[in-house]
């Protein structure tokens, strides 16, 4: 609450500095995202992070000490940091290095026939040697998706295919924006499914999860849509703690707004 109250004057970067920290508790749930609305960030303010960060041991890099120590420099008030011999490199484990990092959440967003899906299939192709991958579709065909994976050298049995079925279509793309699958009441169940499946691969356990498009596998709650910043980080902080909770990789696939360039979910 404290951390929240002092970033409430940041705005967006704040929500997005409070939130990343908080995913850090494992007493977090997805649903906390909501509590920013409630700060006011009366009497405080980021600064107060700061000097807390700092009684820690943290020591800011544009501080005269972080100079002093040998710390980055600051260069027109940006801080640059290369890499150097001997530096210590974050250790992560890959279903297909560098392209899937496993037990995370991976974004790919693009306009329409811009290659996401071709792209995600070849991926999960080449991963197939080690684990396989649920597709979860609102748009193409189970046929299509099914033969890609053969054609791009995945093999065989390593891919099931959950088609959603259109509840609501887009008039203008005549896509479906709306689906009998919903990630917050059927992602945990459909993992859980398919890993008890005897017609899957025991010797290729579910590695990949695809949802795409990730809009129309989403329903959002009142006022909430796939442009809004506080609600599609919840989604995400959602198949982050399925991912964790089963060790699987979710690859979500969204379309950029038409004539606006912006990103959305949907």
């Excluded at 405080?44 to 041991?57: D, I, L, M, P, S």
């Excluded at 033969?147 to 259109?166: D, F």
Aim: proline share 3%.
């Amino acid at each position: 609450m404290a951390v929240g109250q002092a970033l409430k004057e940041l705005g967006e970067t704040g929500r997005g500095l409070w939130w990343n920290w908080s995913q850090t508790s494992d007493k977090c749930k997805p649903e906390d995202a909501r509590k920013w609305d409630s700060f006011d960030g009366d009497r405080t303010g980021y600064r107060a992070v700061f000097a807390k960060a700092q009684a820690a041991g943290w020591l800011n890099p544009a501080s005269n000490a972080a100079q002093i120590n040998g710390a980055a420099p600051v260069r027109d008030g940006f801080v640059f940091k290369f890499t150097r011999p001997g530096d210590t490199v974050l250790n992560i484990e890959y279903l297909l290095d560098p392209w899937l990092p496993r037990a995370t959440v991976i974004g790919c967003y693009g306009r329409g026939e811009a290659g996401k899906s071709s792209w995600t299939a070849q991926v999960c192709a080449a991963a197939s040697g080690q684990v396989s991958t649920l597709w979860i579709s609102s748009e193409e065909r189970q046929d299509h998706i099914l033969q890609r994976h053969l054609s791009c050298g995945g093999e065989i049995g390593t891919l099931a295919v959950l088609q959603a079925l259109p509840t609501k279509i887009d008039p203008a793309t005549k896509k479906a924006v709306a689906t009998s699958f919903n990630v917050y009441e059927h992602m945990e169940g459909a993992v859980v499914a398919f890993q008890k499946d005897n017609s899957s691969r025991k010797d290729r356990p579910l590695g990949v999860v695809v949802l795409d498009a990730i809009g129309a596998l989403v329903t959002w709650g009142k006022g909430e849509n796939g442009n809004d910043d506080g609600a599609v980080k919840k989604m995400i902080a959602h198949l982050f703690t399925l991912s964790e909770r089963y060790g699987v990789t979710f690859v979500i696939l969204g379309h950029l707004n038409k004539g606006t360039g912006h990103g959305t979910c949907g």
